[in-house]
Nanobody
Framework: EVQLVESGGGLVQPGGSLRLSCVASGFTRSMYAMSWYRQAPGKERELVARIISAGGSTNYAASVKGRFTISKDNAKNTVYLQMNSLKPEDTAVYYC????????????WGQGTQVTVSS
């Protein structure tokens, strides 16, 4: 059974930093792409960042570009989201998503981790 488990969320003051981790288990090879999404109360889930395993190319939402960094440790089957200069509007539940292959018609999702940015 494939599982994605996020960790690292919490409460942080504006301007602070957090690093989220997502460990993938039960998958015998690297997924084609790993992504972080977030969903704030009353809003739709949105893509924050994505990394392609082959080559390591990344892309980011405009709202986080320059502040967040996505990275991947293939040996540990773990994807990270380093979040710096956090703002109150970054408050949301953050989800990890794994797409097995480019042509996959399904994705794996984690259970989410809460990030709250508040003074």
């Amino acid at each position: 059974e494939v599982q994605l488990v996020e960790s690292g969320g919490g409460l942080v003051q504006p301007g602070g930093s957090l690093r989220l981790s997502c460990v993938a288990s039960g998958f015998t090879r690297s997924m084609y792409a790993m992504s972080w999404y977030r969903q704030a109360p009353g809003k739709e889930r949105e893509l924050v960042a994505r990394i392609i395993s082959a080559g390591g190319s990344t892309n980011y939402a405009a709202s986080v570009k320059g502040r967040f960094t996505i990275s991947k440790d293939n040996a540990k089957n773990t994807v990270y989201l380093q979040m710096n200069s956090l703002k109150p509007e970054d408050t949301a539940v953050y989800y990890c998503k794994g797409r097995p292959d480019l042509w996959s018609n399904f994705d794996y999702w984690g259970q989410g981790t809460q990030v709250t940015v508040s003074s």
